[in-house]
């Protein structure tokens, strides 16, 4: 995709539909307490291991989708996805991003299932798919040529590039270290802290953009209460 | 390696390893901190680590002291530098902006047991796997950087996560301390890896683990009879391959 995109632009509330992957519901039941009423998620779906039976019941009673996918060897964030996609084929919805909460922090496993979730999601949709998680947004950047607009004034001070599934031909511009047609690799060359190149005060920043030969992991800083 | 190996051997009060401990900067479990500490020959803080360590060890920061703090300094305060400092506690500025304080830390580390000729098993890094999500890919990327500095195992523990890189080979891993938590994973970091699995309750059988195609998360141990112990995991692989796994914290 060569025209700007905005990777933070999604913090503002509009969400067109809204989905919890099994436990996930216990999450969102407990955060809206009090405030139940205006967070029911459209489905609910995932091979239900997680859910209490009290939120299960809850959210049915509300009339919200229970959806229970059983594949083995998918897991329930990719199945959510997979049904997150048809929705918007079958609601015929014009959609330009799909965002996921959570899924980069607790188990190690789980954070490195999350990103197999987005590799997966390459050959599944030409939607944008990103997750965030308290200050980080994970998005895998498919082959080819990105621009990424940087000035929502949410981005934190980090930013990084992740060739998580392999060596990744690359090249950038926009970042203070850029990378000059070099290989990132793990054991070799991994972009980690890096950050924007600087501005002259007042000016907005110029986009990043990146050029890959592979998928290629960007991570960047949410800034949270100004900091 | 081809001898038998525990990965959680050092969270053992009673474990035989003798290990050093590298202490990056994250929140501290308590309890790691203690079992490790007790039994670490060398201890070192990785910059804003010694911030975490101050503060966890509050009314009892005498029992510890770090024998040296590394980093470029930018995030430990001057009240904590201070305060290690009078307490004869060595200050490694290490000013290369191309590695992490991590690996500069982890050099330094290999550098004083070599100085001091001590006899070390594994070296135990606690924090690093969780907060950013670029310092967790950058901890991994040290412990690529670990396999050409030391013959060492290198692992990372944080909170209920264990992270280890198995060189290309042969690897046999014993996963019967208690410690174990339900889960264990094989995730090919840095690129495809040709891997034969037993020990798994989903085995790997020459299969190639990589990104887009397969990769083993959510696995566990082959389920045994009541009572008997759990057979060793192995796995033979011909990249260097991350494995992972769960730590039981108050036995959950």
Redesign the interface.
């Known amino acids: 995709m060569n025209e700007e995109w905005t990777p933070l632009d999604c913090l503002l509330p509009s969400a067109l539909l809204r989905a919890c992957a099994d436990g996930a519901a216990n999450q969102l039941y407990n955060i809206t307490a009090g405030d139940r009423d205006k967070f029911l998620p459209d489905y609910i779906s995932g091979d239900f291991d997680s859910i209490t039976a009290e939120v299960k019941a809850f959210y049915a009673d509300k009339g919200c989708r229970l959806m229970e996918t059983a594949d083995q060897d998918l897991?329930d964030y990719t199945k959510c996805l997979a049904i997150m996609l048809e929705e918007i084929r079958t609601q015929k919805l014009q959609v330009d991003t799909i965002v996921t909460l959570g899924g980069?922090?607790?188990?190690?496993?789980?954070?490195?299932?999350s990103?197999?979730t987005l590799?997966?999601a390459?050959?599944m949709t030409q939607l944008p798919v990103l997750i965030i998680q308290e200050?980080?947004l994970?998005y895998l950047l498919k082959p080819g040529n990105h621009r990424l607009g940087v000035n929502t004034g949410l981005e934190g001070e980090?930013?990084?590039l992740?060739?998580?599934?392999?060596?990744c031909q690359t090249t950038t511009t926009g970042l203070k270290w850029n990378l000059n047609d070099q290989v990132l690799?793990?054991?070799k060359l991994?972009s980690?802290?890096?950050t924007y190149e600087p501005t002259a005060p007042g000016k907005p920043r110029k986009p990043v953009t990146v050029t890959t030969d592979q998928?290629l992991?960007w991570?960047m800083?949410i800034l949270i209460d100004g900091k």
Not at 162 to 167: F, K, L, S, W, Y
């Open positions: 897991t980069l922090a607790g188990r190690l496993d789980q954070t490195m299932a990103v197999e590799f997966h390459l050959s200050a980080s994970a980090w930013c990084s992740i060739p998580v599934g392999g060596p690799q793990f054991g991994v980690t802290s890096n998928p992991l991570s800083g």
